[in-house]
């Protein structure tokens, strides 16, 4: 009786271990994610090889409105309020099936893990920037692929602070209204701890609707593993934004500047609003006037406007139209996608497509 007894102790140790091991696993996720965007674009200039005017267009493109994508997220929690994450993300053509929208890897836009708690978040491996979060977050059309700050930003760095390749970043926790980021990425190149080395800080303050955003980017070029999309140009970032929401508006606007080594030192102001009209419908607008430092000769002036009709919560119908106006050097464009430089003088152009998250 006595061994049956520790027979029966010791099977009700091993279910109760599988139990807890069980309710373990369920606390742990991965999703997979993404968004699917194709749009159709006129534009009434081309930029040509030789650098002129190659005439209008009127093509099908990835990404009209929000970069085409997927990915998988995971979590799992780790008790006392500590947690273990990872994101994965790869950039994807809908126009022809190849990488888009990332450094050209495989999993180019994000490939990361973190551990978050009440202290807050630490990220390393392939991540945007906080200098990026900044500007995302202070642009009156959402960083859209059409008509944004979006387009001059790739304009003045390709992807050089979008997708940090070697980083390790933290975020702080709100306090007393305050968020903090910080970034540094080695290069990793050896013998030369400042090749390919990039760093970024960003503060951010929100109170009753009101928000205002500081940033700044530090970027050498030389890294040990470049990528086909260039992800390093040398370039210092900084930029200021303010936003503010009234009832369903939010008015933003922001000051930001690009110093490339050897090209543009390029100031941006940028301001605009976004209108919710009805649970489903949309509007939004905003003007960007970009002027080089070196050469005020070189400046340009980038106004648009946009509609997005949500048929679901998960997809949604959108037009855009926009306006360039290049003068000297400047050679702003009007998509991230099939247009994002553009030519001497005015080019008009437009959009129109779908979006789906899942």
């Given at each position: 009786m006595k061994k049956m007894g520790c027979e029966i102790a010791q099977r009700a140790a091993i279910l109760a271990l599988l139990a807890t091991c069980g309710a373990a696993h369920a606390q742990s996720s991965v999703t997979l994610y993404g968004a699917a965007d194709a749009a159709l674009l006129y534009t009434s200039k081309t930029l040509a090889e030789n650098g002129g005017n190659g005439g209008k267009q009127f093509s099908l493109v990835d990404s009209g409105l929000n970069s085409s994508r997927f990915g998988l997220r995971g979590s799992e929690d780790l008790g006392g309020g500590l947690r273990a994450n990872f994101d994965l993300e790869s950039g994807i053509s809908l126009a022809n099936g190849g990488f888009n929208d990332s450094n050209g890897n495989f999993f180019g836009r994000q490939a990361w893990i973190s551990l978050a708690g009440r202290f807050g978040e630490v990220k390393a491996g392939l991540q945007y920037s906080p200098f990026l979060y900044a500007i995302d977050e202070t642009d009156p059309r959402g960083f859209s692929d059409f008509g944004s700050g979006a387009i001059i930003y790739v304009d003045n760095v390709y992807a050089t602070g979008l997708f940090n390749s070697n980083a390790v970043s933290y975020a702080s926790p709100e306090i007393a209204g305050f968020t903090a980021r910080a970034m540094l990425a080695p290069g990793g190149v050896a013998g030369d701890f400042q090749a390919g080395r990039q760093y970024s800080f960003s503060l951010k303050y929100e109170h009753a609707g009101f928000a205002i955003n500081a940033a700044m980017y530090d970027g050498n070029s030389g890294a040990a593993q470049p990528t086909p999309v260039p992800s390093d140009i040398e370039f210092l970032g900084r930029t200021l934004g303010v936003s503010?929401?009234?009832?369903?508006?939010?008015?933003?606007?922001?000051?930001?500047?690009?110093?490339?080594?050897?090209?543009?030192?390029?100031?941006?102001?940028?301001?605009?609003?976004?209108?919710?009209?009805?649970?489903?419908?949309t509007v939004d607008g905003g003007v960007w006037w970009t002027s080089d430092r070196n050469q005020t000769g070189n400046n340009s002036i980038l106004g648009?406007?946009?509609?997005?009709?949500?048929?679901?919560?998960?997809?949604?119908v959108y037009a855009q139209a926009a306006i360039v106006h290049n003068n000297g050097k400047m050679d702003t464009g009007l998509a991230i996608n099939g247009a994002l430089f553009g030519v001497d003088g005015?080019?008009?152009?437009?959009?129109?497509?779908?979006r789906h998250f899942f």
């Open positions: 503010y929401t009234f009832g369903s508006v939010i008015a933003k606007a922001s000051f930001t500047n690009y110093k490339v080594a050897g090209s543009f030192n390029n100031n941006v102001i940028a301001g605009g609003l976004n209108y919710s009209v009805t649970p489903t419908v648009s406007i946009g509609a997005q009709y949500f048929l679901s919560k998960a997809t949604v005015t080019t008009v152009g437009a959009n129109v497509g779908i």
